[in-house]
């Protein structure tokens, strides 16, 4: 498949670009600095702002799906980049006709907040701008009709893949409790497998790591 990566450089972003190219799709990653990302067979990378439709519109040019891992890292101030770049991608596919996106977000968000644990909880208080943010980026997304799918990873670690993710629908979900922790790599694994198989269209899924 024809893949657009937002995010390519980051924490879990990185390892969903080597997932993608070790399985062999063609991937495209809109970064703000190329010189990030060396040449591979199969990576392109296109210099834009995810902010700007038009270079989003530029890089999804064929794609048949896009993923993102946009984030802010430990920033607390998120200055609405998650909004700002839903808006433009959503402009971006009636520009391009991509209809397939999957949006790594975090559990905590919108719906998933009252069914999180009070530890969790403390956490989100410490950048509560940063929940809001994702939450405003992803009301604009869920009101379309665009094949969507939103994943919720608990605690990100960056310990090695394991192959093992629980995957449940956050309207079945009645709470999720403790600090529960998935590996970076297998969310991105997830993100792949979803995007490139098309399951969970218009859902949101709760991830962590399985037993």
């Known amino acids: 498949m024809r893949l657009l990566l937002l995010g390519a450089t980051g924490t879990t972003g990185a390892p969903l670009t080597e997932a993608a190219l070790r399985a062999g799709h063609e991937v495209t990653a809109l970064v703000r600095n190329p010189g990030k990302l060396p040449e591979r067979p199969g990576l392109r990378t296109v210099a834009g702002d995810v902010r700007d439709p038009r270079s989003l519109a530029t890089a999804a040019d ?35 006709g991509l209809r397939r996106l999957v949006i790594q977000s975090a559990f905590g968000v ?21 929940f809001r943010d994702k939450a405003a980026g992803e009301d604009q997304l869920t009101n379309t009709d665009l094949d969507w799918t939103l994943a919720y990873p608990g605690v990100l670690t960056n310990r090695p893949r ?42 949101i899924a709760v991830l962590t790591a399985s037993k």
């Open 62 to 96: 064929k794609a048949d799906a896009l993923i993102s891992t946009l984030g802010v890292g430990a920033s607390r101030d998120p200055d609405n980049l998650i909004r700002d770049s839903m808006r433009a991608v959503i402009a971006a596919t009636e520009q391009t």
């Open 110 to 130: 919108g719906a998933s907040y009252p069914k999180s644990s009070v530890m969790m909880r403390l956490g989100y208080h410490l950048a509560p701008a940063v």
């Open 162 to 203: 394991t192959g093992h993710i629980a995957a449940i629908d956050l309207r079945e979900l009645d709470r999720l409790p403790g600090l529960p922790r998935i590996a970076r790599a297998d969310v991105a694994d997830f993100l792949l497998h979803t995007a490139t198989t098309g399951t969970w269209i218009r859902s």
